[in-house]
């Protein structure tokens, strides 16, 4: 987590990346490095990532707090996000006139 901190993110992830795969590491540290993972890739928008981070979370400790944390990120994740696209909440936030159905009277 200092190294995200301090900027270095491949550092940074690739650290939680081997704390989340060592099982030596104990349950507790395994599972929150795997959600620090997951809201990482919550953020970037990887959607196959979150649901793959959530499925290893559940696997280790289906009971930690972060296992509730991780299902909160993949049910605010929507099933077919794609990064590119622009948002309906953009598209909306980028015309305001507001636009009114009176019928044709």
């Known amino acids: 987590m200092a190294q995200l901190q301090a900027g270095q993110n491949t550092d940074g992830e690739a650290g939680l990346k ?3 795969d060592t099982e ?3 349950r507790g540290v395994r599972v929150e490095a795997a959600y620090q993972l997951a809201s990482i890739a919550s953020s970037a928008g ?3 990532a979150i649901k793959n981070l959530a499925d290893q979370i559940m696997q280790i400790d289906p009971s930690s707090p972060w296992a509730q944390r991780a299902m909160s990120l993949q049910m605010k994740t929507p099933a077919s996000a794609d990064a590119s ?3 309906p ?4 936030e980028a015309d305001p006139v507001i636009k009114l159905n009176l019928g044709e009277n």
Request: glycine residues 6%.
């Open 18 to 20: 081997q704390l989340a």
């Open 24 to 26: 030596a590491a104990g």
């Open 46 to 48: 990887k959607i196959e």
């Open 85 to 87: 696209a622009p948002s």
């Open 89 to 92: 909440a953009a598209s909306v």
